[in-house]
């Protein structure tokens, strides 16, 4: 099953675990020079936020359930995905999608009082691909993990987009960046927009 996987997808999980077993060798090290840190914030011998932690981040995860569900999420969504737009739009998408969740989590400061924390994982770059997959198979059915309810995708996508957006308004689930999750969607939503043209959205 994981041979037959497409090779993007199949690398990314590569990483993404072979990273996390990093950061349980080498600890705290790892999450100072490759977590996206606020402005102004600092992380040890580091002053706070560098810029390659705008893509590094993804890759690091704080704990085995956290990798584990992001990970179940690029199997699902990002090998369909990969082989339908093919391997450099895919990598591009998913890219995007994180680099916009990061920019979005760093501005978040000065648009929201909101006390500024270090962010790491692959969700951002994983909900600009459940968008993705929402646009492209809309009609595709979805079966939720808790309970167990069959969707449409794109249904499953706006409930969960919803659902994200008030909780990151409401703040009731603090150490989740949810609008980070929310601007990975609004990267590959303005990415699939570029791609489709102005014709096709009038």
Known sequence: MFAAMPPITRSLIIACVAVFGLEF??????????????????????????????????????????????????YMFGGELERFLG??????????SVVTAALVQLALPFV????????????????????????????????????PIPLPARVFVFLYGALELYLGVTGTQEGVAHFAHLGGMLG??????HWRGPRRYG
């Open 188 to 193: 590959a939503w303005l990415l699939i927009r």
């Open 25 to 74: 060798l080498l600890g705290n090290a790892v999450v100072i020079n490759f977590a996206l840190w606020p402005f102004g914030m600092s992380a040890g011998p580091l002053p706070g936020f560098m810029p390659w932690q705008v893509v590094t981040y993804s890759f690091l995860h704080g704990n085995l359930t956290h990798l584990l569900f992001n990970m179940f999420a690029l």
């Open 87 to 96: 391997q450099r739009r895919y990598l591009n998408l998913y890219f995007t």
């Open 112 to 147: 929201l009082a909101t006390h500024p924390a270090p962010v790491l994982g692959a969700s951002g770059g994983v909900f600009g691909l459940l968008l993705a997959y929402a646009i492209y198979f809309p009609r595709r059915t979805v079966v939720l993990l808790i309970p």
